[in-house]
């Protein structure tokens, strides 16, 4: 085999190994999309057929023609949510398929991480895993901020 | 009830619009939500944010799961400039007292009107011109690839140059999203299609591929702070989710040189709301 075809033949394979990866990677988007869309969308198909929140939630028309008060009766940490999930609480329900569509870029990029592993790609392993680094301290400075606001 | 349904329904039918804008010029819907929600129905603000939020992470994740499959956006373009949009959010959290808001606003507001021009002057353009070559830190990264092009109907290959003043964009960028609470898809896609030269729909289906997992950090902070009303996130959530999965579709069949127009008219739209705000004219 002569230099250009084994580079040639090199290529081929790398594209391959590409088309794998980035089928993976939109597997992965689908799913993560139709999951947390199905999960909102079997919250608010609850609410609708119960009316019932689960929670004594000011109702959407007051809000909106009050212009205000902004309501945190709904559950807004993971404690609350998988409490009002496993009790089958209608908004529980959509705000958990909110978490994981909120969630599905971080798990994104740690999929990147092991695609990238797979392929021996070092300065993306690197780019990448600090990327998923930078995004966890984010959110756990989302909680710091937090805790000075409240 | 009734009446809850038929507010749902309305916020639900305005997000399907906004994600399919959204998915098709590169950014997160939040500037058509935030308006919608606050002009028209009177939602608080912070409650509006948390929705433009959401919206932008169904816009990203709903788009690029056709646009990685179609292989149209750049992942590795986009993974590396995600690196200082994101570095940039964290500094912009922390710079929020460096300069009056509305001046930032004003400041910005002018920039994007002005960033136009390299924009419409493209207008036109089929392909990448073969006189852009790549630069030595997309050379080695091997940032270069190739995309489905509409108008000649083959694989474009395409070379990317300017990473280093992309990268500084980016990071500007990223600074006003964190600063601002804006997302800044518009930024974005105006550094791949400025200074890096790429073809005009990869930087848009790139740019969404990007702003979800910008927006991701900060999204922790409204929904752990309970401004996600699962009122307003659901129908917003869903509608989204639909409009940018059906945008997706559409870009593959649209011209670039219509995207580019889609895009300026929502620069402009943009570059309105930032002046309005930074003189104080916002309600």
Same mark, same amino acid.
């Given at each position: ?150 | ?70 292989? &149209? ?125 790429? *073809? ?34 659901? *129908? ?30 929502? &620069? ?14 916002? *309600?």
């Amino acid at each position: 085999m002569s230099a250009e075809e084994r580079s040639a033949v090199i290529e081929k394979e790398k594209e391959e190994e590409e088309d794998i990866s980035s089928k993976m990677l939109s597997v992965y988007l689908i799913w993560s999309v139709l999951v947390s869309l199905g999960v909102i969308v079997i919250g608010l198909v609850l609410y609708l057929a119960t009316s019932s929140t689960g929670y004594v939630a000011v109702p959407l028309d007051v809000l909106i023609k009050s212009g205000g008060p902004t309501t945190t009766v709904f559950p807004h940490y993971l404690g609350s949510i998988t409490g009002g999930v496993v009790k089958l609480k209608s908004f529980a329900l959509i705000q958990l398929g909110v978490l994981l569509l909120i969630l599905s870029p971080i798990g994104r990029i740690f999929l990147q991480i092991l695609i990238y592993l797979k392929e021996r790609d070092r300065p993306f392993v690197a780019i990448a895993s600090v990327v998923f680094v930078i995004l966890v301290i984010s959110l756990f400075l989302s909680r710091v901020v937090l805790s000075f606001k409240v | 009830m009734d009446l809850t349904i038929y507010y749902i329904l309305l916020i639900l039918v305005a997000a399907v619009f906004a994600g399919i804008i959204g998915s098709m010029a590169g950014l997160g819907g939040g500037v058509l939500i935030v308006p919608f929600l606050t002009l028209y129905f009177h939602v608080p603000v912070s409650l509006a944010i948390g929705a433009s939020i959401i919206s932008v992470i169904a816009t990203s994740s709903g788009s690029a799961s056709a646009y990685v499959k179609d292989k &149209i956006s750049n992942i590795r373009v986009g993974t590396f400039l995600v690196l200082f949009t994101t570095t940039g959010a964290i500094a912009g959290a922390f710079l929020e007292h460096i300069a009056p808001k509305q001046i930032i606003y004003i400041v910005f507001g002018v920039v994007l009107l002005i960033s136009i021009i390299p924009l419409i002057r493209k207008i036109g353009e089929v392909n990448q011109s073969p006189t852009v070559k790549n630069d030595p830190i997309a050379e080695k990264l091997s940032l270069n690839s190739q995309y489905p092009n509409y108008e000649l109907n083959k694989e474009m290959k395409y070379n990317v140059t300017g990473v280093k003043s992309g990268s500084a964009m980016m990071f500007v960028a990223g600074i006003l999203s964190g600063l601002l609470g804006i997302g800044s898809g518009v930024f974005k896609v105006i550094a791949m299609d400025t200074f890096m030269k790429l *073809p005009i729909k990869v930087s848009t289906t790139t740019s969404n591929f990007m702003i979800g997992m910008t927006a991701a950090a900060s999204a922790g902070i409204y929904f752990f702070n309970g401004d996600v009303n699962p009122y307003i996130a659901a *129908p917003v959530a869903i509608g989204v989710l639909i409009g940018a999965v059906t945008g997706a579709r559409l870009l593959v069949r649209t011209r670039g040189s219509t995207i580019r127009i889609i895009f300026a008219v929502i &620069i402009v739209v943009v570059a309105v709301e930032m002046l309005l705000n930074g003189l104080g004219i916002s *309600p």
